[in-house]
């Protein structure tokens, strides 16, 4: 059990950076695997970014963000960070943060319907 909630969005122009944070509740963190998942208007939830239960752990990335956008986590502080750079308009959505228990192959991590545990989502809107 974990609850989850993020902040950081904002309104921001083309080639800006945004840090989001995602803030988890209860002592076991660590035994999650947590994902980003992005949902413009009109269009389906999509994979962003996600990383194993460990601080530094393996992380993956949609096409769309790869190197532009990096996950991390801090167990300590029981939170996940998406650092997102040379935004672009494409980038604009309600970005969600996202958490399953354990360890969980990549293809998991990659659907938004395999994970348990959802924040209430953050704005960001990047204007051209």
């Known amino acids: 059990q974990v609850q989850l909630v993020e902040s950081g969005g904002g309104l921001v122009q083309a080639g800006d950076s945004l840090r989001l944070s995602c803030a988890a509740s209860?002592?076991?963190?660590?035994?999650?695997?947590t994902g980003w998942f992005r949902q413009a208007p009109g269009k389906e939830r999509e994979f962003v970014t996600a990383?194993?239960?460990?601080?530094?752990?393996?992380?993956y990335y949609a096409d769309s963000v790869k190197g532009r956008f990096t996950i991390s986590r801090d167990n300590g502080k029981n939170t996940l960070y998406l650092q997102m750079n040379s935004l672009k308009p494409e980038d604009t959505a309600i970005y969600y943060c996202?958490?399953?228990?354990?360890?969980?192959?990549?293809?998991?991590?990659?659907?938004?319907?395999?994970?348990?545990?959802w924040g209430q989502g953050t704005q960001v809107t990047v204007s051209s």
């Open positions: 996202a958490a399953n228990y354990g360890y969980r192959l990549s293809a998991e991590l990659r659907d938004w319907l395999k994970f348990e545990h």
């Open positions: 990383i194993d239960l460990r601080s530094g752990g393996t992380t």
């Open positions: 209860g002592r076991t963190f660590n035994l999650y695997s």
